[in-house]
């Protein structure tokens, strides 16, 4: 048979370059399979063209007929086992096979060795396609007799099935980031959270239909300015006030929303722009609205009687002589009417504050107000040989609401005590900190609090079930009202506690409340 001639290396392998130039105009396999079949037999001559793929399991290869010049095998996909066939053994190896026999002995033949031998396709160059040492496949040429394979088209075969797994590499990874981007983009589209992409020059650029939604936007806005489209509009504060990250907003609809922002940072520190994600908390809204009303309610609806509980308790004795049985009742009446008006006047604390119903801010000297609180715990603290020490920070003046910020040392110094076996002591520390703001520390070497009480002490009617405190009496509501009061004036309490050791309180405020 005659011998077919081939073209030039050099026009050879131009022609690879402008293959792997075609490879990088599309990261889709079904493009790179359409650049094989136009232009490779300007490279290798071949009747027949495919690529076999591992499968996901490793077990198994899949041929895909690419090019042939034998109408037959033009659409052939076999699915072979990868311990079988000349194929098999290339990906196995990593290894180029140059074969001029269809059949071998070994390894155990495969279908498209068969094949080979019914359509005389006697010569085969099989190169392996290798990513960072693995091998997922290879680059399969064959031909009739007439055109056996040598080592210059193996090495172009070799620099083409070099650039194809490259580029395949490229594919999965491209596939991988548009599956993830079609993931992502499903879930806020179908999120009921409004969220929106903001640039570094203030332009959107995503929103989503719940976004959309909530504020009435009928067509798209992408690249449009965020403060054309919300001119005045509370939500570009958002993006304007370096110090604020997230506000409540009400919507035209009545709903309520709150939004928060993040500021977007590349790994090389670069200022990409911002995500606000708006969740709507009007349910929250009113069943906070609604607990607070009932407990107002409630608590407000039980001082009357109580108070004539207690009244006519105190009115027993005067109408004549009892008994042991009949004063140990009186006493219990009096004790049970004295905690419930505790209590309620606890809840109405706790609803007033959770209600934000605003504190009576003047200038006060912190330091008075300790030794206020101080003085007043002296009767109590001497009947148990506890020793208050204090040290303060002369004339520190703060922004605060007195009564309240007495409530909140009353409180505080009071369970120290309370909670301080005898002959302990009780330390009060006042300092100034950085920043316009002080510190006051309240700590006792008393009962001290159980590791796994600590993260609920300020819970509300949580207290702490010890039997060294089984005879302590109390709401469990004093905490919570002392960490409400603290938040109110924009500060912070921390607590830090050993059994047996004693615990600190630490509270930190500003000096001055920031202005509305």
Known sequence: MKTQTRLPLTDRLANVSEILISFASSPVLSHYYQVLADFTR?????DFLGIAL???TESAYIIHSLDAKIEEIEELIEFESIDKGIIGEVIQTGKVSR?????TEEPPQSAFQF???????????????????????ALIF???EGMDYNEEDERVGVLLAAGLAANFEMARLYQGMADERAMFNSMLQSAKDGFVLIDPDMQVQYCNPAFDTMFNIAQSVQGELLTDLFFEHPFIKLFQEDELDQLELE????????AVRHTIISEFGDHLGWAAALHDITLLKELVSMKTDFVNTVSHDLKNPIASIRMAADLIPLVGETNQAQKDMHDRIVRASIFMKELVTELLDIGQLESNLGLKLQELDLTEQLEDVMFAQQTPAESKNIMLVSDFKKDTVIQADPGRLRQLFLNLVGNAVKYTPENGEVRVTLTGLENERVQVDIQDNGLGIPAEDLPHIFDKFYRVRTEDRANIKGTGLGLAITKSIV??????????SEVNK???????LPIKQPED
Request: charged fraction near 15%.
């Open 502 to 508: 004693g615990t600190t309180f630490r509270i930190v």
């Open 42 to 46: 300007f490279t290798i001559h071949y």
């Open 115 to 137: 094949l080979c031998t019914d359509y005389h396709l006697h010569n085969q160059l099989i190169i392996p396609l290798v990513q960072v040492e693995q091998t997922i496949g």
């Open 487 to 496: 938040e109110a004036h924009g500060g912070e309490i921390t607590v830090e």
């Open 142 to 144: 064959a031909a009739t």
């Open 251 to 258: 919507l035209e609809d009545g709903r309520i929303v709150q």
């Open 99 to 103: 074969s001029q026999l269809a059949l």
């Open 54 to 56: 591992v499968d996901p």
